[in-house]
């Protein structure tokens, strides 16, 4: 193989490279420059030199393999999982956690600033997980049968594929879903291509087999804390939270409103957030079965505008453009936007305050999802600009 240490054109297929990166993508990857053009490389930190292997080749950039680490940069660390670099579940074992928390952060900011047209400096420094392993209470394992070996490998997907890394333990996941792992593996499914659910229940709440909770329960507090925060600082007097799953967001700020509305798709999670608000005594507000994109009308009818919060915590799709244009013609005191996918929120946020229909105030990240390329935000989006805000590009 022929090796390159000079910048110049686009490399060939199987080249190994020396490179420098000076960032991490969102989705963990250390990127690169050749001249003009993007190396993408996983497990590579920015301050470092590194030997690559390109292993894919496109118009404007391409993918290596990292094979050594000439230079190694001050924030690289020991990974604490034998699977890391394998296994797809996890970007940055091999970054200190500080570090971690300020290249999620710059990612949300950056984010904000291409896709949103926000200004960067509205997003604050990533909340840290007390707790940067051990914390997942909910992870999919996955059956596959082993042809080469004969034997059936029961674990999580590959990075690079379709096939399952066999694995006994899972070091971000709480000590209790380790313990229903071994029970698996010593109760293995028939056969392969089953997926199983592993969960721990959240205390006090009732929780439908596939119904959505928060998996980390240790930064839990602090995404509530930030999300009552922001609803009290805008001093509304409603609450509607739609996508709301088991009523979570509702309930934990029924307290802080005079009255809510929650919106929910799922009948089974309905039901579950009846029982949720019943068990807390919440008896200020209702939960309505729907699509929330057509159940919305009879959530916004309940309450007036200008007293109004909506609390969005849609799929990482995000929200549907009528929803948000619907939104911006009813005009509430105040939109707070949960979301695990930076980018959809970005976008969805450039949507919210065009115009000046809405001022985003800030960005709070939390790292829900420690040691992964995954982190949670809270948006605190305000109706009408001109008053302090931040609307438009830095």
Not at 80 to 99: A, D, K, S, T
Not at 164 to 184: G, K, M, R, T, Y
Request: proline share 8%; glycine share 10%.
């Amino acid at each position: 193989m022929e090796f390159f240490t000079s910048l110049g054109d686009p490399p060939e297929l199987g080249a190994r490279l020396e490179l420098c990166p000076h960032d991490v993508g969102f989705g963990g990857e250390g990127v690169c420059r050749l001249g003009g053009f993007v190396v993408f490389v996983p497990g590579a930190i920015p301050g470092e030199k590194i030997l690559a292997e390109i292993t894919e080749i496109k118009k404007q950039f391409a993918r290596g393999r990292l094979i050594q680490v000439i230079d190694p940069s001050p924030d690289r660390t020991a990974p604490g999982c034998r699977h890391f670099g394998l296994c797809g579940g996890c970007q940055y074992q091999h970054i200190r956690y500080e570090r971690q928390l300020e290249i999620k952060r710059k990612q949300v900011a950056d984010l904000l600033q291409r896709i949103g047209k926000l200004p960067p400096r509205l997003v604050d420094p990533v909340v840290p997980c007390p707790q940067p392993y051990g914390y997942r209470n909910r992870i999919m394992i996955r059956s596959q049968w082993n042809k080469p070996e004969q034997r059936l490998n029961i674990g999580f997907l590959e990075g690079e594929s379709r096939l399952v890394v066999d694995v006994d333990s899972c070091p971000i996941a709480e000590p209790a879903l380790n313990a229903q792992i071994q029970h698996v593996r010593q109760h293995p499914p028939p056969k392969g291509g089953i997926k199983l659910v592993l969960r721990i229940p959240p205390e006090n709440w009732e929780v439908p087999k596939d119904s959505f909770f928060q998996n980390n329960f240790f930064l839990l507090p602090r995404l509530v804390e930030g999300v009552r925060g922001a609803l009290t600082s805008a001093g509304s007097r409603f609450l509607i939270d739609l996508f709301c799953g088991v009523g979570f967001f509702a309930i934990e700020l029924a307290e802080s409103v005079e009255a809510y509305c929650g919106v929910e798709l799922d009948r089974l999670a309905i039901r579950a957030a009846r029982l949720n608000a019943s068990r807390r005594n919440r008896q200020n507000g209702e939960f309505l079965e729907g699509r929330a994109e057509e159940v919305v009308e009879e959530a916004l009818g309940r309450f007036p505008p200008a007293d109004t919060t909506i609390i969005l915590d849609p799929p990482r799709t995000g929200c549907r453009p009528e929803m948000i244009e619907r939104l911006r013609q009813w005009g509430p005191r105040q939109v707070i936007y949960v979301s695990c996918h930076p980018a959809t929120l970005s976008r969805d946020l450039n949507s919210f305050c065009s115009d000046g229909v809405f001022d985003l105030r800030r960005v709070v990240p939390l790292d829900m999802f420690p040691q992964t390329q995954h982190v949670e935000c809270v948006a605190d989006l305000r109706s009408g600009a001109g008053d302090g805000g931040a609307t438009g590009a830095a």
